[in-house]
């Protein structure tokens, strides 16, 4: 079957950096999302990773390694507004997304 | 740049009436999708459309259908709503996949739907 794992919260502090790991297993692979959602909004695009490596932009970065089917979301310098949920979604062989159930990361002062 | 606009943005229905939710987008993506946000899962998608008059089911179409009459449109209706599909739905809009485009989602500001 196809799945996404991702840890259901995290905690971190301000100022900080966080990693955001997702585990995915899909019918054939294309590429890997990464959306922010803040609680009551739409999810927003942050990266889509197609090859393996890190790619940076900004204080958030992705990682993505296709052999081991596990991608992580670098968040540096926490700042409050980083409060969000965070979802990883796989494109299959068809290039049909498969989401995870999200990663709530809370920021403390 | 209104971008992907949902309405109604809040409904509440009792068991067995019907309604529709509309989506338009103004960015002439030929994908459009809704989807459906359970507390504690992914996003599941009900139906999709890879253009104008063409429609498909997703993971969990029961219950639903949807029409894409024109391009900028996806309409997604319940005929007879029951309380498993209180939840919050959103809308989606994105090129075709190709090497200029990654795909990218664009997301409706959401509708909360609860049904009693």
């Known amino acids: 079957g196809q799945n996404i794992d991702q840890p259901t919260e995290m905690t971190a502090t301000e100022g900080a950096i966080v990693q955001i790991n997702c585990t995915y297993q899909?019918?054939?692979?294309?590429?890997l999302f990464w959306y922010q959602q803040h609680a009551g909004e739409a999810p927003t695009f942050l990266s889509y990773?197609?090859l393996d490596g890190l790619e940076e932009k900004g204080r958030f970065s992705s990682f993505l390694s296709r052999s081991k089917g596990y991608s992580y979301l670098l968040l540096k310098e926490l700042q409050m507004k980083d409060s969000a949920s965070y979802l990883c979604?796989?494109?299959?062989?068809?290039?049909?997304?498969?989401w995870g159930a999200g990663t709530k990361l809370i920021i403390k002062p | 740049n209104a971008g992907v606009t949902q309405t109604p943005k809040f409904r509440v229905l009792k068991t067995g009436q019907s309604m529709t939710l509309l989506c338009a987008q103004d960015?002439?993506?030929?994908?459009m999708y809704w989807y459906r946000q359970d507390p504690g899962m992914g996003l599941r998608l009900i139906h999709y459309?890879?253009?104008?008059?063409?429609?498909a089911k997703g993971e969990v179409p029961d219950g639903y259908n949807v029409s894409r009459l024109k391009k900028q449109n996806f309409l997604l209706g319940l005929e007879s709503a029951a309380p498993s599909q209180t939840s919050v739905y959103f809308c989606a809009s994105s090129y075709s996949y190709g090497l200029r485009n990654t795909g990218e989602l664009f997301f409706g500001e959401g509708s909360r739907l609860t049904v009693l």
């Open positions: 899909t019918s054939g692979f294309n590429g």
């Open positions: 990773n197609v």
């Open positions: 979604a796989a494109t299959d062989s068809n290039y049909q997304l498969i």
């Open positions: 459309s890879v253009g104008e008059g063409t429609t």
């Open positions: 960015m002439n993506h030929e994908y």
